[in-house]
Each structure stands twice: as C-alpha cells, then as structure tokens.
C-alpha cells in the first residue's frame, strides 16, 4: 500500500491504514515504510473475512519500536467481553501505551452469516464495551445485562495504565454512545 498526497501547500501525514484486502504478509514492509516515513500512527481493522485486528496489531506492534497501532474497529459480536480484555491487556502490557483499539458492532450481514447478529447493536455494543473498558481498568465485574453476563470476572493481569477503548462511530447515535461509554471515536472510510 501507498500513500500519495497532491497539494499546492504543506502536508503532514500522521498516519496511515493497512487494508485487511491486502494479504498479511505485506503488513511487515508497511510498519517498516511508516517507520521509514517518521509515520506516527497505523490503523488497522477487522472485516469478515479477512484478517484477524488483534494478530496483525501485535504483529505490527513487535515490527516497530515506535508507531502506534490502532484497531478500528473489533466487532463486538464476535468476542465475549472477557476475552476481549484479557486480549487487549495483553497487547498493551507487551507494547505500553502504543495501542489504540477501537470496538464497534460490526457489519450486520456479516454477524448474521456467523451467527452472531443481535435484536439490538446498540445494547450489545454498550454493554461490551462498558464491561471491557471496566476490565481494563481492573474491576471486578458482575453484569446481569441484555447481552453480557460477567459473574465475578476481573483480569489477573490489566495493564498498568487501560489504553483508550475506542467506539467506531458514523451516525449520531452512536457517536453519542463513544461520548458516553469510550474514551473517543474512530471511524473506518464509508
């Protein structure tokens, strides 16, 4: 992948996205091309099915010893809370404060054709990510709600500092949901 910017005054170019329709083994010479570029940022993200956000984060992350990695964005659906906690704790423990990950409910034909689509993507995306967000910042978590039911659930290892928890967000709904449940909002192009 390259990025190409024409203007007629100054840019500054802080980022760049790694495609999951691009085959993960090119994912190493773009961490290295940003790093080459002084880049301060990748993002990545999860589409069915393609590549898996957190693998290709981690493997990002090990590449560079600077850029920051974002995920935007994980689709709740598809992963019980819990182990999306452990999973991003994880990641941040192994690469404190570099990782930026992002959750949102996901494309709903493609949770329907997993088997994951829900009555409400708005419950289970709040619900999910109250309770990762909760994890993250080491509670111990007891939630009777809609969609997730935590009984005593707290990490053995949350990192030191919880990195952001992002909400992929587009419509006003949901982007009020980030302002109230997450730390901000990333959204990948339409």
Not at 17 to 29: A, G, I
Not at 111 to 129: D, F, I, K, N, Y
Request: net charge neutral; proline share 8%.
């Amino acid at each position: 992948m390259v990025a190409r910017a024409w203007c007629t005054g100054p840019v500054t170019i802080t980022g760049v996205v790694f495609r999951p329709q691009s085959p993960p083994e090119r994912l190493r010479d773009v961490v290295r091309a940003a790093d080459a570029a002084g880049l301060a940022e990748l993002w990545l993200w999860e589409d069915c099915f393609l590549e898996g956000g957190l693998t290709a984060a981690t493997a990002a992350l090990a590449w560079s010893e600077r850029l920051r990695v974002g995920i935007g964005l994980l689709p709740v659906p598809l992963r019980n809370p819990a182990l999306a906690a452990m999973e991003i704790a994880t990641v941040e423990r192994l690469f404190p404060g570099r990782f930026l990950p992002g959750l949102g409910h996901g494309v709903l034909d493609w949770m329907g054709q997993v088997g994951a689509r829900v009555a409400s993507p708005m419950t289970l995306l709040r619900e999910h990510t109250g309770a990762v967000r909760d994890l993250l910042h080491g509670r111990t978590l007891d939630v009777d709600g809609t969609y997730v039911h935590l009984s005593g659930v707290a990490l053995d290892w949350p990192p030191a500092a919880a990195p952001p928890v992002l909400v992929g967000a587009r419509g006003p709904r949901t982007v009020r949901l980030a302002g109230e449940i997450a730390t901000g909002c990333c959204s990948t192009p339409g």
